[in-house]
């Protein structure tokens, strides 16, 4: 079974640019959780899809923004990129219901200039 | 709200040594789940395990072990004989299972240096 892709791996942006990482879930897998990852920090949780629809969001902006769809892959989009929004983006999927742990990707390191 | 401690910001100890790396958890729940990851430097985090707050027996898997103590909120991750392959970041993160949303509550990571 294949695991969860991401991509870009890498990506440099201007501060004020718009950015989408996408991400594809694993096989069988129908929630998709996104998280930011700051250079030694722990992840921290943006928010999660489940049924194309956001169930859960934690501490960040309207700016932050999500998709999910129909075959369960993702998109985050970030907007007016600031500085501080330079870290390791990581996607991880799951199947609702079975309280297994995450399957994460090896995420996006984005970088804002 | 839910918290996790690692006040380990970086282990090293020489290749065959055994070394034990703490997490300290917060949680207003009845039920919980904890988890640990490794990440090596590629970013991927890996699984490690997942222990349920019901279960407080140990776990041992090969060379790695854990110990869970509710009493002292302590899950920690002890590593026998490390080896080179063992260096990377490890997390310890908390789940409720109250909530619907499988939102993770990570620490802020121990960075594992083994030295040949």
């Known amino acids: 079974e294949t695991g969860v892709t991401q991509s870009p791996t890498h990506l440099i942006k201007t501060r004020g640019q718009q950015v989408t990482l996408r991400c594809s879930s694993q096989s069988g897998h129908n929630t998709v959780s996104w998280y930011q990852q700051a250079l030694g920090q722990g992840p921290q949780f943006i928010f999660q899809?489940?049924?194309?629809?956001?169930?859960g969001r934690g501490n960040f902006p309207p700016r932050f923004s999500g998709l999910q769809f129909p075959n369960y892959s993702s998109e985050l989009n970030v907007n007016a990129l600031e500085l501080d929004d330079s870290a390791l983006y990581l996607c991880?999927?799951?199947?609702?219901?079975?309280?297994?742990?995450?399957?994460f990707g090896s995420g996006t390191r984005l970088t804002v200039v | 709200a839910q918290k996790v401690t690692q006040a380990q910001t970086e282990i090293s100890v020489v290749e065959k040594e055994d070394v034990t790396l703490d997490c300290v958890y917060e949680t207003r729940d009845t039920t919980y789940y904890l988890f640990w990851y490794k990440q090596p430097p590629s970013g991927e985090l890996v699984f490690l395990i997942r222990r349920n707050s019901f279960d407080e027996q140990n776990e041992i898997s090969g060379r790695y072990s854990w110990n869970f103590q509710k009493s002292t909120s302590s899950f920690n991750f002890t590593i026998t004989a490390s080896q080179v392959v063992d260096s990377a970041v490890y997390f310890c993160a908390s789940r409720s299972t109250t909530s619907g949303t499988y939102k993770y509550i990570f620490g802020t990571g121990t960075r594992l240096k083994v030295l040949a």
């Open positions: 899809y489940y049924r194309e629809e956001e169930n």
């Open positions: 991880a999927s799951s199947f609702a219901g079975t309280d297994r742990g995450y399957t």
